[in-house]
């Protein structure tokens, strides 16, 4: 069937939602205004900034160039579900934090989701390769050198190898 | 930068896709990846009817061997599935390599091939490299199927041969000849852009180490992807040394038409393509001569 609205459930940081858009709501808007759930943040919607960058069944993706309904029956991971454990942030989390990776913040949760896949599949990634990794992110604060810093302390503490924060 | 409305169908069979195609034509779009479709929509210079969303149809996201050491690529494997895929590696090495300059690591986890194919931009990496492999895209309708050669398939600015019932289905890549190596190398302002100027070299080397065939190819270099088979006949016949790679770039930059843009102008796109094309046949010409390439 060819309908109007769809209804669409998914999990968002294991949690289920249901819900009935319509087909044209981007993911994007779907995250901020259906759930509640604005550390998803909103630059270009064209796919170059990365500022909606999400997890979309465990991959970095865009959430501004998907549709609400292709979420249906998916799995997402916004930033607010990064920190498994809500008293205590997650190491990539700490790490910008204490390397100052970010200054306005607008990017951040981009960015975070980004590296977190990044660091899932290369835990110990050098300098040229965490610059790779961040291309399809914009930053227009910290000249990306506080948030190479950063990742470098990240990926250090998740292997266990560096001091503990 | 909303979308316009739309109606939306999740296909759940490649038949029901086509089937809802054939009904709606122009107005309906397939909606694979739509790392390009989507942005043109909410830039509203798409205004599509209707969407059918052929992302469930996994029976379409392969890569497999046809047999007879030509792979084939399904209408739903994506651009991160060639840039890991152990046998694309091993046996196309070219597309691999371009799936790494396909825009970022985000776009390229949804953008597929075959849907980055059939929006034919001009400044694409992989159109560029389907012709410089000589690939054959398989179309597929409601009433039947045909085979496009990739140099048939790309018409002009985002356009293709693509009937309005046709889905572009399945890639077939041919086998490499031995002793083939192939290089693609772009240059842009920061890395996930659309480059400047790309360039793709295929280069077959006889037993005796001469050049037997040669292929180059360009990404933003005129309307379509571009083939500069003078450059590439300059550097037949003879072994390749520095004076063939100086006429073959030469022969290209008058080959290709570039039209400038506000990154590069037209003068520095054909500059770009001469060196370029240097130093993509110098690589290719190194991966042909080892046994890593080909197998």
Same mark, same amino acid.
């Given at each position: 069937?060819?309908?109007?609205?769809?209804?669409?459930?998914?999990?968002?940081?294991?949690?289920?939602?249901?819900?009935?858009?319509?087909?044209?709501?981007?993911?994007?808007?779907?995250?901020?205004?259906?759930?509640?759930?604005?550390?998803?943040?909103?630059?270009?919607?064209?796919?170059?900034?990365?500022?909606?960058?999400?997890?979309?069944?465990?991959?970095?993706?865009?959430?501004?160039?998907?549709?609400?309904?292709?979420?249906?029956?998916?799995?997402?991971?916004?930033?607010?579900?990064?920190?498994?454990?809500?008293?205590?942030?997650?190491?990539?989390?700490?790490?910008?934090?204490?390397?100052?990776?970010?200054?306005?913040?607008?990017?951040?949760?981009?960015?975070?989701?980004?590296?977190?896949?990044?660091?899932?599949?290369?835990?110990?990634?050098?300098?040229?390769?965490?610059?790779?990794?961040?291309?399809?992110?914009?930053?227009?604060?910290?000249?990306?050198?506080?948030?190479?810093?950063?990742?470098?302390?990240?990926?250090?503490?998740?292997?266990?190898?560096?001091?503990?924060? | 930068?909303?979308?316009?409305?739309?109606?939306?169908?999740?296909?759940?069979?490649?038949?029901?896709?086509?089937?809802?195609?054939?009904?709606?034509?122009?107005?309906?779009?397939?909606?694979?990846?739509?790392?390009?479709?989507?942005?043109?929509?909410?830039?509203?210079?798409?205004?599509?009817?209707?969407?059918?969303?052929?992302?469930?149809?996994?029976?379409?996201?392969?890569?497999?061997?046809?047999?007879?050491?030509?792979?084939?690529?399904?209408?739903?494997?994506?651009?991160?599935?060639?840039?890991?895929?152990?046998?694309?590696?091993?046996?196309?090495?070219?597309?691999?390599?371009?799936?790494?300059?396909?825009?970022?690591?985000?776009?390229?986890?949804?953008?597929?091939?075959?849907?980055?194919?059939?929006?034919?931009?001009?400044?694409?990496?992989?159109?560029?490299?389907?012709?410089?492999?000589?690939?054959?895209?398989?179309?597929?309708?409601?009433?039947?199927?045909?085979?496009?050669?990739?140099?048939?398939?790309?018409?002009?600015?985002?356009?293709?041969?693509?009937?309005?019932?046709?889905?572009?289905?399945?890639?077939?890549?041919? $086998?490499? %000849?031995?002793?083939? @190596?192939?290089?693609?190398? &772009?240059?842009? /302002?920061?890395? =996930? *852009?659309? !480059?400047?100027?790309?360039?793709?070299?295929?280069?077959?080397?006889?037993?005796?180490?001469?050049?037997?065939?040669?292929?180059?190819?360009?990404?933003?270099?005129?309307?379509?992807?571009?083939?500069?088979?003078?450059? $590439?006949? %300059?550097?037949?016949? @003879?072994?390749?040394?520095? &004076?063939?790679? /100086?006429?073959? =770039? *030469?022969? !290209?930059?008058?080959?290709?038409?570039?039209?400038?843009?506000?990154?590069?102008?037209?003068?520095?796109?054909?500059?770009?393509?001469?060196?370029?094309?240097?130093?993509?046949?110098?690589?290719?010409?190194?991966?042909?001569?080892?046994?890593?390439?080909? @197998?």
């Amino acid at each position: 069937m060819i309908e109007g609205l769809f209804t669409v459930t998914t999990s968002v940081n294991g949690t289920p939602y249901t819900r009935v858009v319509e087909p044209r709501l981007l993911l994007s808007d779907f995250l901020r205004h259906e759930l509640g759930l604005t550390g998803t943040h909103v630059g270009c919607e064209h796919g170059v900034c990365g500022a909606c960058t999400i997890l979309f069944d465990g991959l970095p993706m865009r959430s501004c160039l998907m549709f609400a309904p292709q979420a249906h029956g998916h799995e997402i991971v916004t930033v607010e579900g990064l920190a498994a454990d809500g008293d205590r942030l997650h190491p990539l989390q700490e790490a910008f934090r204490d390397a100052h990776g970010l200054q306005c913040g607008f990017c951040t949760p981009g960015i975070l989701m980004t590296m977190k896949a990044f660091l899932d599949e290369n835990p110990s990634p050098n300098e040229a390769e965490i610059r790779q990794a961040l291309s399809g992110n914009l930053c227009r604060c910290t000249g990306y050198q506080h948030i190479v810093e950063a990742v470098t302390l990240a990926a250090t503490r998740i292997a266990g190898r560096g001091p503990k924060s | 930068m909303k979308p316009a409305a739309f109606k939306y169908l999740v296909a759940d069979s490649l038949d029901h896709a086509l089937a809802v195609k054939a009904e709606h034509g122009d107005d309906a779009r397939f909606l694979a990846g739509g790392q390009s479709l989507i942005p043109a929509m909410n830039f509203r210079l798409a205004e599509p009817a209707l969407l059918i969303d052929i992302n469930g149809l996994a029976a379409l996201d392969y890569v497999r061997d046809s047999g007879d050491g030509a792979m084939r690529i399904g209408a739903l494997t994506r651009q991160r599935t060639l840039e890991r895929d152990p046998l694309i590696a091993r046996r196309q090495p070219l597309v691999r390599e371009a799936a790494g300059h396909v825009a970022h690591p985000q776009i390229r986890n949804r953008g597929t091939l075959c849907g980055n194919l059939a929006h034919a931009d001009p400044a694409s990496e992989q159109p560029a490299v389907l012709l410089a492999l000589d690939a054959r895209l398989r179309a597929q309708s409601a009433s039947g199927e045909r085979w496009i050669e990739a140099r048939d398939f790309f018409v002009s600015l985002f356009t293709t041969a693509l009937e309005e019932d046709e889905m572009l289905v399945e890639v077939e890549l041919p $086998a490499l %000849a031995p002793r083939t @190596g192939t290089c693609f190398i &772009e240059l842009a /302002r920061r890395p =996930g *852009d659309y !480059a400047m100027m790309g360039v793709a070299a295929v280069i077959t080397l006889g037993e005796d180490g001469t050049c037997a065939d040669a292929r180059l190819t360009y990404c933003n270099a005129g309307e379509i992807p571009v083939a500069a088979d003078r450059a $590439a006949r %300059a550097l037949v016949g @003879g072994r390749i040394g520095d &004076e063939q790679l /100086r006429i073959a =770039g *030469d022969l !290209a930059r008058e080959e290709i038409s570039p039209t400038g843009n506000a990154q590069a102008s037209e003068a520095f796109q054909r500059h770009l393509a001469a060196v370029l094309t240097g130093r993509a046949v110098k690589r290719a010409l190194a991966a042909a001569g080892s046994e890593e390439v080909g @197998g």
